[in-house]
T-cell receptor
Framework: GQNIDQPTEMTATEGAIVQINCTYQ??????LFWYQQHAGEAPTFLSY????GLEEKGRFSSFLSRSKGYSYLLLKELQMKDSASYLC????????????FGGGTRVLVKP | GAVVSQHPSWVICKSGTSVKIECRSL??????MFWYRQFPKQSLMLMAT?????????EQGVEKDKFLINHASLTLSTLTVTSAHPEDSSFYIC????????????FGQGTRLTVV
């Protein structure tokens, strides 16, 4: 099975930086996804890390450490529209196809 | 590319009736589709994984006779909520993966089901 742990909620100010941590335990490992979900909408894909290290994509970066079972999503220059839930989803090895999510982190950006 | 269309976006039905939700991949062939439900302010809960042409794999605690999943083609999967009860009211979302090199799954718009 899988065990995924993320903070429930974070608050930050517009223009600031926020780091959302995710720790996980899976049977096998095939990469880790981050998705963004606005209230009442479907999730949208943000990033997929397979190898250790930091991957930067505009204002969003994602980091992975496979040995530590740890990832983070870094949101820079926060904008009001970044207020959403951020979902961490490790992709297990043996189960292959399954895509299960952590509880998600609700980020609230204040002016 | 990678568009997943889910229909209907919302539905209200009476207790005891059945509701069918469709999930279509519009510009790719979806070898695997996932069905989730989500209660307010909670995360997505995986209900089942379906592969084209074979029976769906249900998660523990999800009644397969109540939530019927059919993945009859590479572009269509359906979820039928049978004998719906008010506690089945939820947001149901499908996602699809194409198995052609892209690892990520793409999500439909979701269906808000209200059972009265």
């Amino acid at each position: 099975g899988q065990n995924i742990d993320q903070p429930t909620e974070m608050t930050a100010t517009e223009g600031a930086i926020v780091q959302i941590n995710c720790t996980y335990q899976t049977s096998g490992f095939n990469g880790l996804f981050w998705y963004q979900q606005h209230a009442g909408e479907a999730p949208t894909f943000l990033s997929y890390n397979v190898l250790d290290g930091l991957e930067e994509k505009g204002r969003f970066s994602s980091f992975l450490s496979r040995s530590k079972g740890y990832s983070y999503l870094l949101l820079k220059e926060l904008q009001m529209k970044d207020s959403a839930s951020y979902l961490c989803a490790p992709r297990p090895g043996a189960a292959g196809n399954k895509l299960t999510f952590g509880g998600g982190t609700r980020v609230l950006v204040k002016p | 590319g990678a568009v997943v269309s889910q229909h209907p976006s919302w539905v209200i039905c009476k207790s005891g009736t059945s509701v069918k939700i469709e999930c279509r991949s519009l510009d790719f062939q979806a070898t695997t589709m996932f069905w989730y439900r989500q209660f307010p302010k909670q995360s997505l809960m995986l209900m089942a994984t379906s592969n084209e042409g074979s029976k769906a794999t249900y998660e523990q605690g999800v009644e397969k006779d109540k939530f019927l999943i059919n993945h009859a083609s590479l572009t269509l999967s359906t979820l039928t909520v049978t004998s719906a009860h008010p506690e089945d009211s939820s947001f149901y979302i499908c996602s699809a993966r194409d198995g052609q090199g892209r690892a990520e799954a793409f999500f439909g718009q979701g269906t808000r089901l209200t059972v009265v």
